[in-house]
């Protein structure tokens, strides 16, 4: 099957679709598959841990403004780019592809060409992106929003990317993913809360839910490796993701606060600048690592904390700890509640509420035999729905349905 991948990043720019997508493609092409990415930036001509995936690059016409953007990363806009179209034009016409699979806003660039390309064309919605356009349904940075109202929505959007970028975004965004739903041939939501925000069902559109996947790292890195000196000499508790405010920080610091004879918080990733100056004592903020190295932080912690505020759609950090054997405490909202199975593989509270995150952060941390118990259904969940060959093999027959008709 000849597969091609859209991507506006690829490693090694890092995040987590971008992981997802590298690692799909692997997994792809070492089931025999004929598998290229076209992506944005980021990307070298061809993916060093996999020779058989062909990376591409499209020049986007939008980039070229770059009033438009705040920081390096350059986003593919909401509405068909026309370097990207022409890029994409060329690469359907060289590779053929059977499938096409876009995984964010690069796959608006393919609509135009959809009909006349002769692939099957499925959208991986990794976040509320086709209804929402800041893609976390969050109003204003401050409160889940569930409405769905022209006037609420864009001017939300101009308060957080800025009036005229923002309007733009939201007004683009609300035309085209009509045109998307009634051209898609099968969306793919990575949890139901996705399937949820992003209105398919009141689209009518074609859609499967399937989660995003966790390789096993190929090798334990080096015990000698510098990042590893930032952490705590003791056992800690473990957040991995950027350390913003819809991730649930203040709220996790607050209830870190409140924890007596606390073992140390770590948090993994990169940190608001403000921020590092005002966590309290006990708290250690390394910083972002390299993906390779997050496996062995999660062994080395004692359990993980997720008490976003914000739709967090899958988050492979969850996935992550559960591999390593840790139990989670997390919010009970979006992709968070269809991966921690509550008091199995570890404690769902309420979004926001810092006294039950408390309450949960101290009964796992005084309490080993549940840490192992939650750390071992953990373990055994992912196997059974989170690991990478688990979930490629559904992808696998999502093709083969599409194709079949």
Known sequence: MRI????????PVTGGVE??????????????????VATLDGAETGDGRCVRVDVRRVTSAASRAGFLFSTDRRHAPPVPDPGVMLGL?????????????????LGRSFLPLARS???????????????????????RGKEYCVTDGL?????????????????????????????????VDLYVAVSRAVAEANLLDASGARYAVVPNFVAEPSAHPRAGTPEFGTLPSEPFVLQVGDVVSDKGVSVLLDAFRRLPNAPPLVLLGRITPGLRGSLP?????????????IAEAWRRSLFGTMPSICLDACPTSAMEAMAAGRAVVASARGGLSDIVDDGVTGILVPPGDSDALAAAMRRIAEDPQLRQRMGRAGRERFERRFRSDVVIERIESLYQSVLSG
Not at 123 to 137: E, I, M, N, P
Not at 153 to 166: D, E, I, L, Q
Request: charged share 15%.
């Open 89 to 105: 034009r060329r690469l359907v016409a060289s590779f053929r592809p059977e499938i096409v699979h876009a995984h964010n806003w």
């Open 151 to 183: 006037v609420r929505c864009t001017a939300c959007c101009a308060s957080f990317y800025g009036p005229v970028k923002g309007t733009l975004t939201a007004l683009g965004n609300r035309l085209m993913r009509s045109h998307e739903a009634a051209t």
């Open 281 to 293: 004592p006990g708290v250690f903020a390394p910083g972002l690592w390299p993906h390779g190295l």
């Open 117 to 139: 390309a002769g692939a099957r064309f499925i959208v991986t919605l990794h976040d509320c992106g086709a209804a929402c356009a800041q893609g976390r349904r969050m109003h």
């Open 4 to 11: 091609l991948l859209l991507s506006q990043f690829y490693p």
């Open 19 to 36: 992981v997802h997508v590298a690692a799909l493609a692997r997994g792809l092409a070492e089931r025999g598959h004929r598998v290229m």
